[in-house]
């Protein structure tokens, strides 16, 4: 037992703790029952006890303050089960920290050493904490003593280890490492001293024009390779490389002059600058070079331009096969003799082109293409220089004589009168007629095999036996693109294509449609037997079936026994659409509701909350009985009955508390929206067209006036001609004409091939009217919209021009 106190006591002071420990509880084992010996164990306890708080609380101290290696050392002798938790996880994060940071630093000082940044190396180590910079200091030195290595090599390049040395110098050496810096820089400059005095030499032969020995010889010696550098250097490279351009531009361009020259008068000139060449560089590298095409020039120069373009090359080829020539001079005869004999050929192609044109009646082609010929003046010496002269003359002639036959001509083609432009064709020279392209709309382009050839209409000059194979294709802005085939001309030779506009987007609604399509919340709504669907702009369709639909009461519905007819119209809670069978379809966005209903309509429905009873909401409707009736869907016996009349020309339109209706016969009334009663009567004074909704009151088209009704009274403007059939702002007239409203007035856009089968729409100016299965949209950019079944009204839906089909599909045109 005393032995282990002393041990205790002994690694107390060295600050073994784990062993003292350990050390204590061998003390507690062997004290067992004798009670002063626990005594001396709980004092030694309390010992360790302490100096371990104390050790915990100095490596805790330690982390704190970044001192990670005596924190480590500490803590490895603290017993680990009397260590808490938390310090060994803050000890271990801190030296992943820390070295996390100093493996940055080594990535940093890498990269900076390695783009030879030393300074900026020095200040990020000096910056940073010096426990986290010393891996990165050694790469330093590693850096230090490998650029030392190199630098002492003489293999090195002179100017790398000028470099070395200098980032060395700012490195920081050692002393040691100083001394080693300061003789290799001494060394490096004696080899300096050596390399200037060989470039004096060199440069002594660079003025004497010797450029190719001079480089030759600063190569094998390396004072002018990829590491050379310096002032000398550069004066060298500059002196090299204006020597050698200068003599070899001038063989080159002596070369030039023999290969592109139009005749010898500039040969003296370059003849000039070889001598002086060779006089103020006597011992130039081509000299032999120059000395030979100085002579080659004057035997060459009295041939140039003389005679025919076939003749000056046949000289040539004779000269250059009896004389031994220097190759780039030769290189430069073959080539010119290449130009003349190209020429000449060229010219011959050209002429027998404007023949070909002269053949067949193309006159102004045939003298464009002459005068051009004319014009060239490398073919003057030409054979066919000359004959173009006489072609010239006569092509004047013939077209003077067929300009009036051409007009005959194309006069008769588009009128259709195929006899005349026959004879018309014969005197022209023309085999067969031309093709004749038109199409709706006018304009458009045509292309062939990818390339645009015209614009509609046009005439397209082809044989018969080619326009079987012929395929053209139409585009116009707006339009669907179209291809033909010649065999489809009409008696061979007329052909006339209708484009089909392109649509913003098209779909199917699956139904089919027996109301007039409307307009609500900048989309489409089509209404039928079978359900009620909204068609988006982008043709997106949302349906809501009838079968099984629920009226507001929540009793399950039967199927509809009559058709719908009435057009759906947005009111304050949804869509709302009247039928026949005394109720109301609302859809609010998810499902269709049904409402009743106080009579049969076949048009839209107005709504009025009642302004002096509560909570009273009429649904009105203009029955087809002649009758405006008001009822409130959720109170059974609110229902009320205006008088009757004639048919109804429109829904009813609620102003303030006041509904108003419009009659076929003229008559304009005005009733009490909360039971029906006439508050006033007036007429518009004919058979009315068509009325609608118009801000404060009503408006609408008849037989021969336009006319407004609100508080005020009636006004009315006449109409240019008489109206039978209109919608907002478009009338049609009995001779089929379509006259649209616009800022200037009533406007006659065109007429139309048929009569209308449903009301027409005026859109942007124009007028899209339904006949049969068809839709025509007359005005200055009109198409024809063409279905598999009959087309309803169209309706303008945000601007665009949505056609609808009885059979549910659905075509939307941008505007």
Same mark, same amino acid.
């Given at each position: ?8 006591? +002994?690694?107390l002071?060295?600050g ?27 004092? @030694?306890?309390k010992?360790?006890?302490d ?8 490596? *805790? *101290? ?19 089960a ?20 100093a ?10 050493l ?12 000096d ?43 700012? &490195? ?22 050596r ?5 004096r ?9 010797a450029?190719?020995e001079?480089?030759?010889? /600063? ?20 002196? @090299?490389?204006r ?13 030039a ?20 060449? @060779? ?24 041939a ?31 080539? !010119?003799?290449? !130009? ?20 067949d ?49 194309e006069?008769?083609? *588009? ?39 015209g614009v509609?209409?046009?005439? @397209? ?13 139409l585009?116009?802005p707006g ?50 037997? &079978? ?74 429905l ?14 009105? +409707? ?18 009320w ?20 209706v ?39 088209i ?7 009704w ?13 109206a039978?059939?209109a919608? !907002?702002?478009?009338?049609?007239? /009995? ?11 009533w ?10 089968? +449903? ?20 005005g ?36």
């Open positions: 037992m005393v032995g282990l106190s002393d041990q205790i006591a +002994a690694d002071g060295t073994d703790l784990n062993r003292a420990d350990t050390r204590l509880s061998e003390a507690r084992t062997q004290a067992a029952g004798d009670l002063a010996a626990l005594a001396e164990v709980d004092v @030694l306890a010992r360790v006890h100096a371990i708080e104390r050790q915990v609380t100095t490596v *805790a *101290a330690q982390v704190d303050a970044g001192e990670l290696a005596p924190a480590r050392q500490a803590f490895d002798r603290l017993p680990q009397r260590v808490p938790a938390d310090l060994s996880a803050r000890l271990v994060k801190a030296e992943r920290e820390r070295d996390s940071r493996q940055v630093m080594v990535v940093q000082i890498e990269r900076l390695e783009d030879n940044r030393i300074e900026q190396a020095l200040a990020a180590m910056t940073a904490d010096a426990r986290e910079t010393a891996a990165a200091r050694e790469v330093l030195d590693r850096w230090r003593v490998l650029g030392l290595e190199q630098a002492s090599l003489s293999g090195t390049a002179p100017a790398r280890r000028e470099a070395l040395i200098v980032a060395l110098k700012q &490195s920081r050496p050692s002393p040691l490492q100083q001394e080693q810096i300061d003789r290799i820089a001494k060394d490096l400059e004696r080899t300096f001293g390399n200037r005095e060989q470039l030499g060199l440069q002594a032969q660079l003025a004497q024009g450029w190719q001079a480089k030759a010889e /600063a190569e094998r010696l390396r004072l002018i390779d990829d590491s050379a550098s310096g002032p000398e250097v550069a004066a060298f490279l500059t002196e @090299l490389d020597v050698g351009g200068e003599l070899e531009g001038i063989y080159a361009d002596a070369c002059a023999v290969r592109d020259a139009v005749d010898g008068e500039g040969f003296p000139a370059v003849r000039t600058r070889i001598d002086n060449a @060779l006089t103020a560089y006597p011992q130039a590298s081509n000299r032999s070079a120059l000395t030979a095409l100085a002579q080659s020039l004057e035997v060459i120069a009295p140039l331009g003389r005679g025919t373009l076939a003749e000056e090359a046949g000289q040539f080829r004779a000269w250059v096969a009896d004389s031994q020539v220097d190759d780039g001079v030769a290189a430069a005869i073959a080539a !010119r003799v290449q !130009r003349l004999a190209q020429a000449d050929a060229d010219a011959r192609a050209a002429l027998e082109y404007t023949r070909r044109l002269a053949s009646g193309k006159w102004s082609e045939a003298i464009e293409a002459l005068e051009s010929l004319r014009t060239r003046n490398d073919w003057r010496r030409a054979s066919a220089w000359t004959a173009a002269a006489e072609d010239l003359v006569a092509a004047r002639a013939n077209l003077a004589r067929a300009g009036e036959n051409q007009r005959r001509f006069s008769a083609l *588009a009128k259709g009168d195929v006899a005349s432009a026959h004879e018309i064709a014969r005197e022209l020279g023309m085999r067969t007629l031309p093709l004749w392209i038109e199409s709706i709309p006018v304009g458009a382009e045509v292309s062939r095999d990818g390339k645009a050839i509609t209409p046009m005439m @397209l000059e082809i044989s018969g036996s080619e326009r079987g194979e012929l395929v053209l294709g585009s116009a339009y669907e693109e179209r291809q033909v085939s010649g065999g489809d001309a009409q008696q061979g030779w007329r052909l006339a294509v209708e484009l089909v506009r392109s649509a913003s987007a098209r779909c199917d609604a699956r139904m089919i449609v027996s109301g007039r399509p409307a307009a609500a919340g900048g989309q489409l709504w089509l209404v039928g037997p &079978s359900q009620v669907a909204r068609v988006a702009l982008d043709g997106q369709v949302a349906a809501f079936p009838l079968e099984g639909t629920a009226f507001n009461s929540g009793a399950v519905a039967r199927r509809l026994s009559e058709p719908v007819y009435a057009p759906p119209t947005a009111l304050d809670d949804g869509v709302y659409v009247a039928t026949r069978d005394m109720i109301a379809l609302r859809v609010d966005g998810r499902a269709v509701t049904r409402l009743p209903l106080a009579t049969r309509s076949d048009h839209a107005a709504a009025y909350a009642s302004a002096i009873l509560d909570h009273r909401r009429w649904l009105i +409707a203009a029955g087809t009985d002649g009758a405006v009736h008001g009822n409130d869907p959720l109170v059974a016996d609110a229902v009955h205006g008088p009757t009349g004639a048919a109804f020309a429109c829904g009813p339109v609620v102003v303030g508390d006041t509904v108003l419009a009659r076929v016969d003229g008559t304009l009334q005005a009733l009490d929206a909360d039971n029906g009663r006439l508050a006033h009567e007036t007429s518009c004074g004919e058979p009315i067209v068509v009325a609608w909704g118009d801000g404060d009151g009503m408006a609408g008849g037989r021969t006036r336009a006319w407004r609100n508080a005020d009274g009636v006004a009315s403007e006449p109409l240019p001609k008489e039978v059939l919608s !907002r702002g478009i009338f049609i007239t /009995a001779d089929r004409h379509a006259w649209v409203k616009g800022e200037g007035g406007k006659d856009v065109g007429q139309l091939p048929a009569q209308p089968t +449903a009301p027409p729409c005026a859109w942007r100016g124009h007028a899209a009217v339904p006949i049969g299965r068809d839709v025509h949209v007359i200055a950019h009109g198409f024809v919209v063409r279905g598999e079944a009959d087309m309803l009204s169209p309706v303008d839906v945000d601007g665009h021009l949505a056609v609808v089909s009885v059979d549910g599909h659905v075509a939307l045109y941008a505007p």
